[in-house]
């Protein structure tokens, strides 16, 4: 097994993540590297990525170190401790903890097929292997777009919606498992496609999957009460070209801190959508906007 790493600095990581996960949707590793430096790794057997010395190139315009790594045998062992569950706790876990209307909701816990169930009866269980796509769950953008997720179930919204970009689907396969019903997962790879698929069979719910290009396509599928959008933010900029009317709910996650106030402007004065919170962990952050017309 090969390990292709490609360390660029962190004020360039977004443009570089953007090309990688076009090329690459299959597995994706992200590390930090000090302040000023990010580390992205694909992993391939050998043929299928290419052994090189340690070499500069261009994404871009961006300027980034390639190299790679013949792994050892005991890779894949690594590979899943890496994998860590995820346990996501509602901050409003009654009606009585929310404003009137609000509905009870369950925590998330993300894991692996390989690790263990929590244990607790008020936990949803979701498995993903992330083999497939990028990531379980463990990633602080997908992790902060699940919270709001909850934060959304625990007004009482359900209904339709569409996951933009869900890459093994972890967005698209907790709302089902959280009542919203029909959920449309989108994107771009069709490996993801596959992915979701397969990870929304294994946890037993039915998912409409399709192919979509946020960059050339309109939204057409325009009913959906919530959006999620696990994007990065030239890819949220898009969204909001591509949407030809507002939900009443959307959960933008995929940002850099100082990306937020730029693309909540942009719903907003495309949309009308109002930032009703936002969250951060780390160098990351995502949105919860709301239309006007969400009265909840």
Known sequence: MIRLAIRVARADAEIVLAELLDIAPTGLEERDCGEEMVEYAIYGASGELPALPALRATVGDALVALS?????????????????PVLIEPRRGTATDGPPGAASVPALHVRAPWCDPCGRDDALELVIDPGQAFGTGAHATTRLCLELLLEVAALGARGELIDVGTGSGVLAIAAHLLGFAPVLALDNDQASIEATQSNAQVAGVALDVSRYDVRSQKLEWATA??????????????????????????????????????????????HGLAERERRQRGEWAALWLSAPSATA
């Open 68 to 84: 790679t790594t013949d792994l050892p045998d005991d890779w894949s062992d690594r590979w899943r401790a890496f994998h860590q």
């Open 225 to 270: 009460a919530v959006i999620t959008a696990n994007l990065v933010r030239p890819l949220l900029l898009d969204l909001a070209q591509a949407m030809p009317k507002a939900p009443l709910y959307l959960v933008a996650g995929g940002l850099l801190i100082d990306e937020v106030d730029e693309v909540a402007a942009v719903f907003a004065e495309r």
